[in-house]
């Protein structure tokens, strides 16, 4: 929706009120009609002059149709930008082609610091306390919640000059919003890619395994079990070799890659605010610590029963992520979990005979964690200081950028030629020949010539839909979708809600966590390899309890009442 539509439609609102108090004062005489078309007359004026300086504003920007009314600078003022350089970005500020775009269309002038990924936290910090500022920040601000009073609030900016944004992430999709907002306070801008992805990770296990050892793909926990076991006594990757397979292998306790997702195999999730994994979960509206569920103890049990019995990998909880990608590139992983495709772990070729699968089930259930929104979702990346004399015109600019489905793709993808190329059907696929280009990949190829985590370009499904899916990638996305989703009957519908709490809390909170999570991360590598029984689940109980787990849960009660009231 464009500015002057977003306008009338609140304008329209304020008379619609004014005329229903009106009316029902006075009753409808003659005379009473024409008191109220005066009255509403007024009443239009007075929100013409209420919205007065935005009106007058935006109308500089916008015409009557809302579209662009171009240049919207005239290059007087030059924006200082400080950038954050990824060490994958091979080119310049100039190969941002939707940047580019965008500065040749407004007319804005840029002048650009580039400071690599590696040292970006440290200039931050610098920055923030000279106060020397930029007019725009582009990369992560992490901790934004300390800096808010040297970024400039642009929560009532945003919907008078960047009303296509302004819906998208209020209207479209309200978690956006309310995990960028500080205090209800807008001071950034997201980067976000709605690709209809709900889950963190996804399960997998290699049916030509399961074919040779006469096994059907597990569905509960008891099922798992014996195909871990027949993958283990048989020579299931038919090398000629019985005891070459690794039945299970994974990277630590990593929540995507490691021990951590068997929660869901147990009816657990490890939830925690924004996104983060801090052994909390929802349920019926009360935040729970998971490490001391009895669904916990259990998932250890059997945990130490697949470990002792040589169905887990033994390296598991020491080995380099590439160790794990190199025994699965040599056939001799049957089931894992990653955070990505699948072949990320096994190559293409052995990952030509694997499928995904939705977790085996316990007595307790298995869930599948949801991501709101499905998609990409980078917080704090585009900020404008308190330093910029004019905002409005920089989120002119983001509008710009996300004002056509053209756009938002290069935006987030970079040009056609570069990480994707047009197929036979006209569908964007990835670009797969890097001969003579300056990227050698395709991550390479976007983070040079895309604004990913940097310009706040916000991705809908149009976009998503605009991509070639091809492989690996269809049976991914279709599983990410579907089987994996709303509709598959696993999804975990309590997930925490997207939110910034206050910053006494959450620095309260991450410092309680530091030691928790230390404690529960050698709990866990404990009770896996050397087994655990009522007496140590007892002891445990205590540590936890001395730990403070009842203030941890208490903060996360009142942060989760916040944001669901
Ligand atoms: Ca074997
Ligand atoms: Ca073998």
């Known amino acids: 929706m464009r500015y002057q539509q977003f306008l009338k439609r609140m304008t329209g609102l304020a008379v619609a009120a004014v005329l229903a108090g009106v009316t029902c004062a006075c009753g409808a005489s003659q005379a009473d009609t024409e008191a109220v078309s005066e009255e509403t007359a007024a009443a239009e004026a007075n929100v013409g002059e209420d919205t007065g300086n935005a009106s007058e504003g935006a109308s500089r920007y916008y015409d009557e149709n809302g579209e662009f009314i171009l240049?919207?600078?005239?290059?007087?003022?030059?924006?200082?930008?400080?950038?954050?350089?990824?060490?994958?970005?091979?080119?310049?500020?100039?190969?941002?082609?939707?940047?580019?775009?965008?500065l040749e269309a407004t007319g804005i002038k840029i002048e650009v610091e580039e400071v690599s990924s590696q040292s970006w936290d440290e200039r931050l910090s610098v920055l923030f306390a000279s106060g020397d500022l930029p007019d725009i920040i582009c990369g992560p601000i992490n901790n934004i919640a300390n800096f808010t009073d040297q970024c400039m609030d642009i929560t009532?900016?945003?919907?008078?000059?960047?009303?296509?944004?302004?819906?998208?992430?209020?209207?479209?999709?309200?978690?956006?919003?309310?995990?960028?907002?500080?205090?209800?306070?807008?001071?950034?801008?997201?980067?976000?890619?709605?690709?209809?992805?709900?889950?963190?990770?996804?399960?997998?296990?290699?049916?030509?395994?399961?074919?040779?050892?006469?096994?059907?793909?597990?569905?509960?926990?008891?099922?798992?079990?014996?195909?871990?076991?027949?993958?283990?006594?048989?020579?299931?990757?038919?090398?000629?070799?019985?005891?070459?397979?690794?039945?299970?292998?994974?990277?630590?306790?990593?929540?995507?890659?490691?021990l951590y997702s068997?929660?869901?195999?147990?009816?657990?999730?490890?939830?925690?605010?924004?996104?983060?994994?801090?052994?909390?979960?929802?349920?019926?509206?009360?935040?729970?610590?998971?490490?001391?569920?009895?669904?916990?103890?259990?998932?250890?049990?059997?945990?130490?029963?697949?470990?002792?019995?040589?169905?887990?990998?033994?390296d598991g909880m020491v080995q380099e992520y590439t160790d794990r990608t190199a025994k699965g590139n040599a056939d001799q992983?049957?089931?894992?979990?990653?955070?990505?495709?699948?072949?990320?772990?096994?190559?293409?070729?052995?990952?030509?005979?694997?499928?995904?699968?939705?977790?085996?089930?316990?007595?307790?259930?298995?869930?599948?964690?949801?991501n709101d929104p499905a998609g990409e979702l980078a917080n704090h990346i585009f900020t404008i200081t308190t330093a910029c004399e004019h905002p409005e015109e920089l989120l002119v600019m983001c509008?710009?950028?996300?004002?056509?489905?053209?756009?938002?793709?290069?935006?987030?993808?970079?040009?056609?030629?570069?990480?994707?190329?047009?197929?036979?059907?006209?569908?964007?696929?990835?670009?797969?020949?890097?001969?003579?280009k300056p990227y050698a990949n395709r991550s390479q190829a976007s983070l040079t010539t895309g604004g990913q985590n940097r310009l706040p370009v916000l991705c809908t499904l149009e976009e998503e839909k605009m991509?070639?899916?091809?492989?690996?990638?269809?049976?991914?996305?279709?599983?990410?979708?579907?089987?994996?989703g709303p509709a598959g009957g696993h999804a975990y519908e309590e997930g925490f809600p997207l939110g910034n709490d206050t910053l006494e809390a959450a620095a309260e909170r991450s410092q309680m966590f530091t030691e928790i999570d230390t404690y529960i991360q050698n709990f866990v590598a404990e009770s896996v390899t050397l087994g655990i029984d009522e007496a140590k689940w007892k002891n445990h109980l205590d540590r936890c309890a001395a730990l403070d787990v009842k203030g941890y849960l208490e903060s996360y009660q009142s942060?989760?009442?916040?944001?669901?009231?």
């Open 333 to 370: 992983l049957g089931f894992i979990n990653a955070g990505g495709l699948m072949t990320t772990v096994t190559g293409n070729e052995v990952g030509e005979e694997f499928t995904y699968l939705l977790p085996p089930a316990s007595k307790y259930g298995s869930v599948i964690q949801q």
């Open 467 to 484: 991509r070639a899916y091809v492989g690996f990638s269809i049976e991914y996305n279709e599983f990410g979708m579907n089987d994996y």
């Open 71 to 102: 240049p919207i600078s005239d290059g007087s003022y030059t924006y200082k930008i400080l950038w954050e350089k990824d060490v994958n970005d091979v080119g310049t500020i100039e190969d941002k082609e939707i940047l580019m775009q965008a």
């Open 399 to 436: 509008e710009w950028m996300n004002s056509s489905s053209e756009n938002r793709f290069v935006g987030r993808f970079g040009p056609e030629g570069a990480g994707w190329v047009f197929d036979d059907e006209g569908k964007r696929a990835n670009q797969s020949d890097f001969t003579n």
């Open 156 to 258: 009532d900016l945003l919907p008078e000059y960047a009303p296509w944004m302004y819906d998208f992430m209020y209207h479209q999709e309200p978690a956006v919003a309310s995990s960028e907002v500080i205090n209800g306070r807008l001071y950034s801008l997201p980067q976000v890619r709605i690709n209809g992805v709900y889950p963190r990770f996804f399960w997998s296990i290699n049916t030509k395994w399961l074919e040779r050892v006469g096994l059907d793909i597990p569905t509960t926990t008891d099922e798992l079990y014996e195909v871990l076991k027949a993958f283990k006594e048989q020579d299931a990757n038919g090398n000629g070799d019985p005891n070459d397979e690794i039945p299970y292998s994974f990277f630590g306790l990593d929540n995507n890659d490691g």
């Open 262 to 314: 068997w929660m869901n195999m147990f009816g657990l999730i490890n939830d925690g605010a924004n996104r983060a994994q801090q052994y909390i979960m929802v349920e019926d509206g009360q935040v729970l610590f998971v490490p001391t569920d009895d669904r916990f103890y259990e998932m250890l049990q059997y945990l130490n029963k697949l470990y002792s019995e040589g169905l887990l990998d033994q």
């Open 559 to 565: 942060l989760y009442d916040t944001l669901t009231k």
